[in-house]
Structure formats: structure tokens, C-alpha cells
């Protein structure tokens, strides 16, 4: 999350991509399970894009900006700030713009120490409650009340909060390791708004500190006997900051202004963390329409769950294939991201489209992989299937930058081959593919390959014309 400047993750990034691809809506059991499987399991997912740093988030229900104003006033920490403030007036202030005594001011504020002065310090400097000039502190132009419009409030609320998170470089919770992992630890405690158990929250802890920092049997030990207890005051603190709070049955979770401060800060790293008003009404998007939103990238990812749980697996696989059978490359390719998130209750449709020219090879590939019976696909099928992928990045405007993904279609001497192949596979797009790979791809075999195969290519059609 954007301020922290940790990149320690509570889950690793493709476990983490999976929890919030997996979770949805699902009941809290089913959401337990998941999560479950992801902190025990902890490898890379491998799939195509986890190494992208650009995740998708439920949607979730924002409380009401009144009701979230009036609860910023009642944070403890805000509460404290506006303390300090009254209790600073105008006052000398250190070179450094600290107090002079902390631990005065501390003791007469009735704080836990000066570590929890600092915090309350930096937010009431950093968001304009206290001025500080030529060495004094003085009121500032910020002065909290209810009065306040809620986009005010909110906005010194988003300010507190990328503080509170700044302060994790620093020892925010006492614990070296819940600080490194504190943003991650935040973003997937949005992810799953039920909330998280502390036995979940610690396995996460745990494994991530194993993998990144390479942890010694002895060091795991150690920390697995002194976490539980870290954590348990690391919660503690973030209740303080208005962040956490308990939920049912001992778990933690957001607080709604936990989870607009999250969101907001989600949003700022590019992630995509829809609210669920946005994304409901794609839910009466036809599938023409929402195709159509999705090559024009005005979509969330997030909105293609909502619009399959307004429709049967059946009715939405027959739609989107119908349009995938006489469009473009580019429509295809929307098509497929849609179509991979339907379960076998689709079967049906995609038994009919192994009648269809453009979409049999899919169709088949489909079955395959969810081990229902489907044709073989020849290593020919496989190449038309790595063109029209290729050429969806070309319809889509997303070529040459998702040259990355042919890489990973197949590797050294293998991706070479396919690329010769080309030249002679039945697809209209195969010129402008090879032309493509061949002045942008980064290995210069593959390239030369390319080129060679696009000039094999218009020799042929040439020939056909002739």
C-alpha cells in the first residue's frame, strides 16, 4: 500500500491474487476455506500475469460519507491528536520541530509513552492541526468539529491513515515483523470483510517472513513463540488508530473507515478495489455491451463476477460465444477471461461450439482442462490458438507491451518452432502477428524467426492471389 514502503506480503502475490479471485462473494465458511488452503499452501501460482503487481478486489459496501465523518471524530487516535493540540497552544519546539520534553508531555497527556507522542505529533503537524514557524508551534489552519463537511473530514482521515502506515518504517507496532508485512496484512483483511482469525493472520505472518527473508529454523522458532503476542498488540494499536475491530467469533476485521482508508490507498497503487455500486450495474449488461466495455477498458475485473451471478452458466457461455464466433481477435480474447471463470454447469454451450470454426479449438481446450471429454487438439490447433491470442493484443491496443504473455506460451527452441509454424497456419491475422513478434520481441532468435515466417507468409498468399 502506498506510503508504507514495505513489500512484505501476508500472503505471497499469486496465493494473494488467488484469495481475492477465489473469494467473491462466498459465505464465510467457504471464504475460511480459502483461506485456508492459501496460507498453508504459499507457492507462486504461476498462472499468467501474477507477476503483475495489479490485483482485483471484491467489491465492497461503503458506509455513508456522513456516518463515516462523524466516526472520524470518535477515533481514539484523533480524539488524542486533538488533546495534544490544546495541550501544544504555542510552544517552542526542538530544531527537528519535535517537543522539547516528550516525555512531560506524555506523562501530562496520560499517553503510554513518547513512542505514541510521536505518532500523535506527526499527524497533527502533517495534516495542518499544528503550525510550526521559525521554531514555534502554533494552532493551525485545520480545527476538527462536527460542523466540518464530510469530504473535509474524510480527507484528513485519508491523511491520518498514510501517517499511521508512514510510521511502520519506523516501529509502528512494536513488532519488526507485523511492521514489514503491515500493508499487505491491511489489504487482505479488506479482501475477505468478514474478517480474519488470529491464527490465520499469524500462519500468514509466519510464512511470508519463511520464504522472503530466508528465516532459520531457530529464527522461525523464535518468532512462532513471540508472534502470537505481537500481533495481539499490533491489533491493538490499529483498533487505537481506528483501523481494526473485532469481529464474530474472535476474528479481526476492518473498520468501515478501515476500509475506505484501505480502499483509498488501494486505489492510489492502481489496484482495482470497486465499490459494489459501481460495479452492480453491469450486472444488466448484455453481453454484447459488456464486451464491447471491456475492449474499451472501461470495466472493473471485478464487474465480470457480478455479471455472471446475475445469469446462468449456460445462458452467459451461449451469449459470449455467439459473439466470439464472427468477431475480432481482440473480442475473443475479452470473450475467453470471461468464459475461463464458468465451471463445468457451462459444459453445454461449449459442446455446440465445437461445431463453430473460430471457437472449436477454444471449446475443446475448454473441456480439456476442466477433464470433461473434448477433441485433441493438433500441435497446428495450438499454433492458431497462439496467433489469435497474439492477435487479441493487437485488436486490443496491447501490443507490444503484452509480448509477455507468447513468452510464456512456450520456451527456448519450442517458441521458435511455433513461430515458423506460423507462416503457414489458416488465420487471417498470422502477417500481422509475425510482424509484430518480429520488431518486438526481445529475443533476437524468436524475432529473426518471425520475420522470416512473415515473409514465407506473404510469398504463400501471394501465390493463393496469383
Not at 29 to 47: F, H, I, K, N, P
Not at 106 to 129: C, F, K, Q, Y
Not at 261 to 268: E, I, T, Y
Not at 312 to 328: N, Y
Amino acid at each position: 500500500m502506498a506510503k508504507s514502503g514495505n513489500t512484505g506480503n501476508v500472503f505471497d502475490l499469486g496465493a494473494l491474487r488467488r484469495l481475492v479471485d477465489e473469494l467473491g462473494t462466498a459465505p464465510p465458511e467457504a471464504r475460511a476455506a480459502v483461506l485456508d488452503e492459501v496460507v498453508t499452501g504459499g507457492a507462486d501460482c504461476g498462472c499468467p500475469g501474477c507477476d503483475s503487481e495489479t490485483l482485483s478486489f471484491p467489491p465492497v459496501d461503503l458506509a455513508p460519507d456522513a456516518d463515516l465523518a462523524r466516526a472520524v471524530l470518535r477515533v481514539p487516535l484523533v480524539a488524542d491528536v486533538q488533546r495534544l493540540v490544546a495541550w501544544t497552544g504555542t510552544r517552542e519546539v526542538t530544531p527537528e520541530c519535535l517537543l522539547p520534553d516528550p516525555a512531560l508531555a506524555a506523562s501530562e497527556l496520560g499517553l503510554s509513552g513518547p513512542d505514541r507522542l510521536h505518532l500523535l505529533w506527526v499527524v497533527a503537524v502533517n495534516t495542518g492541526m499544528v503550525r510550526i514557524s521559525r521554531g514555534v508551534a502554533a494552532p493551525g489552519p485545520l480545527s476538527l468539529s462536527a460542523g466540518l463537511p464530510a469530504t473535509v473530514l474524510l480527507e484528513f482521515w485519508d491523511g491520518v491513515v498514510m501517517d499511521v502506515l508512514d510510521r511502520a518504517d519506523e516501529s509502528l507496532t512494536g513488532s519488526a515483523v507485523v511492521d514489514e508485512h503491515l500493508a499487505e496484512m491491511l489489504a487482505t483483511m479488506y479482501a475477505v470483510n468478514e474478517g480474519l482469525s488470529h491464527a490465520t493472520l499469524v500462519k500468514g505472518i509466519l510464512q511470508s517472513h519463511e520464504v522472503a527473508c530466508e528465516a532459520r529454523p531457530a529464527q522461525m522458532r523464535e518468532l512462532t513463540a513471540s508472534l502470537p503476542a505481537e500481533l495481539d498488540a499490533a491489533l491493538a494499536l490499529l483498533g487505537y488508530c481506528g483501523l481494526v475491530e473485532p469481529a464474530a467469533a474472535g476474528w479481526h476485521r476492518l473498520t468501515p473507515l478501515g476500509v475506505w482508508a484501505v480502499r483509498r490507498d488501494l486505489m492510489r497503487e492502481g489496484h482495482d478495489a470497486p465499490t459494489g455500486a459501481e460495479v452492480a450495474v453491469f450486472a444488466d449488461f448484455g453481453a454484447a455491451e459488456l464486451v464491447e466495455a471491456m475492449v474499451a477498458g472501461s470495466v472493473p475485473p471485478s464487474a465480470v463476477t457480478v455479471w455472471l451471478e446475475s445469469r446462468s452458466a449456460e445462458t452467459a457461455a451461449r451469449d459470449l460465444i455467439k459473439i466470439a464466433s464472427s468477431g475480432t481477435a481482440g473480442q475473443r480474447g475479452t470473450v475467453g477471461t470471461i468464459l475461463e471463470e464458468l465451471g463445468p454447469e457451462a459444459e453445454a454451450p461449449f459442446r455446440e461450439a465445437l461445431a463453430e470454426p473460430v471457437m472449436w479449438r477454444y471449446a475443446a481446450s475448454w473441456l480439456h482442462i476442466r477433464d470433461l471429454p473434448a477433441p485433441a487438439l493438433t500441435p497446428a490447433d495450438n499454433t492458431w490458438l497462439a496467433v489469435d491470442t497474439l492477435a487479441s493484443l493487437i485488436h486490443l491496443g496491447k501490443a507490444p507491451d503484452g509480448m509477455g504473455e507468447f513468452g510464456a506460451i512456450e520456451p527456448g527452441e519450442d517458441l521458435v518452432r511455433m513461430v515458423e509454424e506460423m507462416a503457414v497456419v489458416d488465420h487471417p491475422d498470422r502477417i500481422a502477428v509475425l510482424d509484430m513478434l518480429g520488431a518486438h520481441h526481445s529475443d533476437a532468435a524468436v524475432a529473426k524467426a518471425a520475420r522470416k515466417a512473415a515473409m514465407k507468409a506473404r510469398s504463400g498468399r501471394a501465390r493463393r492471389l496469383g
